[in-house]
């Protein structure tokens, strides 16, 4: 994609997204999410980016959008059991605004760090510490759920009810081998494409849900809107930083991680 087509593709996602923010609609579980002015705010600067191509409106619109685009996985998992009739009250009910803006969102969020990528001056250079670093962020949850079902009781929520963590079990060992092979050689021997789309899809999924909780946390401390904690139990606030603080770290190292093994793979 040349710059021509990097401009078209964010004027277009910064559209789609300000028409569905625009819309009418009613507000449900989403309440708690980013404020409307802050994907307006997103998709203004995106458009001055896409027309005057200054980084740092690129820069201020993917951080904006990132934030605006923090759910995007709940929505997910929202049409999901919708989609499927499976029982689930109402978590099976779809805000089918919210979730449109919010994937445009994170959608134009994307498009933008790929267009400041192309860019950037000089050649793309090996960056295998992003890799190395995705890779050992893909332990922290996956332990602390593991100690937690052999009966570890620090920061564990009360009542907890879950049994051994199979879930995220697969989620250690997926995310663990993705990271490494961006970086490692028999990584390179490997499909690109079959790589490319789990590790981009690990990425937006990471970075949403890590970046709904640390943007909430400070715009509920700021008082511009309701957030994800009660600051009067510290050992919550805590947790919900190291949790989420390490999915955003995670889906930031991964994502840089996949962006330079696609740069030096195509």
């Given at each position: 994609?040349n710059?021509?087509?990097?401009?078209?593709?964010?004027?277009?996602?910064?559209?789609?997204?300000?028409?569905a923010?625009?819309?009418?609609?009613?507000?449900?579980?989403?309440?708690?999410?980013?404020?409307?002015?802050?994907?307006?705010?997103?998709?203004?600067?995106?458009?001055?980016?896409a027309?005057?191509?200054?980084?740092?409106?690129?820069?201020?619109?993917?951080?904006?959008?990132?934030?605006?685009g923090?759910?995007?996985?709940?929505?997910?998992?929202?049409?999901?059991?919708?989609?499927?009739?499976?029982?689930?009250?109402?978590?099976?009910?779809?805000?089918?605004?919210?979730?449109?803006?919010?994937?445009?969102?994170?959608?134009?969020?994307?498009?933008?760090?790929?267009?400041?990528?192309?860019?950037?001056?000089?050649?793309?250079?090996?960056?295998?510490?992003l890799g190395?670093?995705?890779?050992?962020?893909?332990?922290?949850?996956?332990?602390?759920?593991?100690?937690?079902?052999?009966?570890?009781?620090a920061?564990?929520?009360e009542?907890?009810?879950?049994?051994?963590?199979?879930?995220?079990?697969?989620?250690?060992?997926?995310?663990?081998?993705?990271?490494?092979?961006?970086?490692?050689?028999?990584?390179?021997?490997?499909?690109?494409?079959?790589?490319?789309?789990?590790?981009?899809?690990?990425t937006?999924?990471?970075?949403?849900?890590?970046?709904?909780?640390?943007?909430?946390?400070l715009a509920?401390?700021?008082g511009?809107?309701?957030?994800?904690?009660?600051?009067?139990?510290?050992?919550?606030?805590?947790?919900?930083?190291?949790?989420?603080?390490?999915?955003?770290?995670?889906?930031?190292?991964?994502?840089?991680a996949?962006?330079?093994?696609?740069?030096?793979?195509?």
């Amino acid at each position: 994609m040349n710059v021509l087509a990097d401009t078209r593709a964010v004027i277009a996602a910064g559209t789609v997204t300000a028409v569905a923010l625009l819309a009418p609609h009613h507000p449900t579980y989403d309440q708690g999410f980013a404020p409307a002015w802050v994907t307006l705010a997103g998709v203004v600067f995106a458009l001055l980016f896409a027309v005057t191509e200054r980084a740092w409106a690129g820069r201020i619109a993917a951080v904006l959008l990132l934030w605006a685009g923090g759910g995007v996985v709940l929505d997910g998992f929202r049409l999901f059991f919708w989609a499927t009739g499976i029982p689930a009250g109402d978590f099976a009910q779809v805000n089918w605004v919210g979730a449109a803006t919010r994937g445009t969102s994170l959608l134009t969020s994307a498009l933008l760090v790929l267009a400041l990528a192309r860019r950037a001056q000089g050649p793309w250079r090996e960056r295998p510490w992003l890799g190395y670093t995705a890779f050992t962020l893909a332990f922290p949850y996956p332990l602390l759920k593991l100690y937690w079902s052999f009966g570890g009781s620090a920061a564990r929520p009360e009542p907890y009810t879950e049994g051994f963590p199979y879930m995220e079990s697969v989620m250690l060992l997926g995310g663990a081998t993705l990271a490494l092979a961006l970086v490692q050689p028999w990584g390179r021997r490997l499909p690109r494409l079959p790589l490319l789309v789990p590790a981009w899809a690990a990425t937006g999924a990471l970075v949403s849900m890590g970046a709904l909780a640390g943007f909430g946390t400070l715009a509920q401390a700021a008082g511009l809107s309701d957030g994800p904690v009660d600051f009067g139990d510290p050992p919550t606030v805590a947790m919900v930083g190291a949790v989420y603080g390490s999915w955003l770290l995670f889906g930031l190292a991964l994502g840089g991680a996949t962006l330079t093994y696609q740069r030096l793979t195509r």
